[in-house]
């Protein structure tokens, strides 16, 4: 079956810092990846997505890359800021209209 | 151009009640899928739905949770005789028809239930 593996947490970062956050999938097929965020009190918001690999999904400055030999779409950003404080998902798809299969997400402080 | 809709925001029933949680999709989509959200854990899909049909039920449990999405009106998730472990957050979320963007799910702000 399907299965998305989130580094462990909480991370705690100083503003300015980069960040990454490490996610390794298994999939029958060939899933699309996505990476969605979730802020308190709130639904999940698709932050960046790529459906083949080599592709190269970005938003906000957040930027995931599909690496296909390491089943892999880690997520980086180059300088965090205290607006980025929430938990992010790494998540899969197998086809249009699917369900999503998810991390257990990882939640992300950062300091002032 | 709203978003996808869902009420109650926050539930609180006793055990052995009944829970209904319903969510309206974003206009022009389609499909709805429901996932449930359990204290310190991702999200887990539990049934996906067209109008009038359910396609996927596969992470539905077996009994006392139904789900339905009727020609007219929002898709229901129903929960009878709930027990403290249905304390949750549950999601609604919906994607259009097609290919491309078929690929991406819109996200309600969830139904947190409490059950005491």
């Known amino acids: 079956g399907n299965s998305v593996t989130q580094m462990e947490g909480p991370v705690t970062l100083s503003e300015e810092a980069f960040l990454t956050i490490n996610c390794t999938y298994t999939?029958?097929?060939?899933?699309?990846l996505f990476w969605y965020v979730q802020y308190p009190g709130e639904g999940l918001q698709l932050l960046l997505k790529a459906t083949k690999a080599d592709d190269k999904g970005s938003n906000k400055g957040f930027e995931a890359t599909y690496r296909k030999e390491t089943t892999s779409f880690h997520l980086e950003k180059g300088s965090v800021q205290v607006s980025d404080s929430a938990v992010y998902f790494c998540a899969l798809s197998t086809g249009a209209n699917s369900k999503l299969t998810f991390g257990k997400g990882i939640t992300l402080s950062v300091r002032p | 151009n709203a978003g996808v809709m869902q009420n109650p925001r926050h539930l609180v029933r006793r055990r052995g009640q009944e829970a209904r949680l319903r969510c309206s999709p974003m206009?022009?989509?389609?499909?709805v899928y429901w996932y449930r959200q359990l204290p310190e854990e991702g999200l887990k899909f539990m049934v996906y739905?067209?109008?009038?049909?359910?396609?996927?039920e596969s992470g539905m449990p077996k009994e006392r949770f139904s789900a339905e999405f009727p020609k007219e009106g929002p898709s229901i998730l129903r929960i009878q005789q709930v027990v403290r472990g249905d304390s949750a957050a549950y999601f609604c979320?919906?994607?259009?028809?097609?290919?491309?963007?078929?690929?991406?799910?819109?996200f309600g702000p969830g139904t947190r239930l409490t059950v005491l």
């Open positions: 206009k022009g989509h389609s499909h």
């Open positions: 999939a029958t097929g060939y899933p699309s």
């Open positions: 979320a919906s994607s259009p028809s097609g290919t491309g963007r078929a690929y991406e799910q819109f």
């Open positions: 739905l067209q109008k009038e049909n359910i396609i996927d």
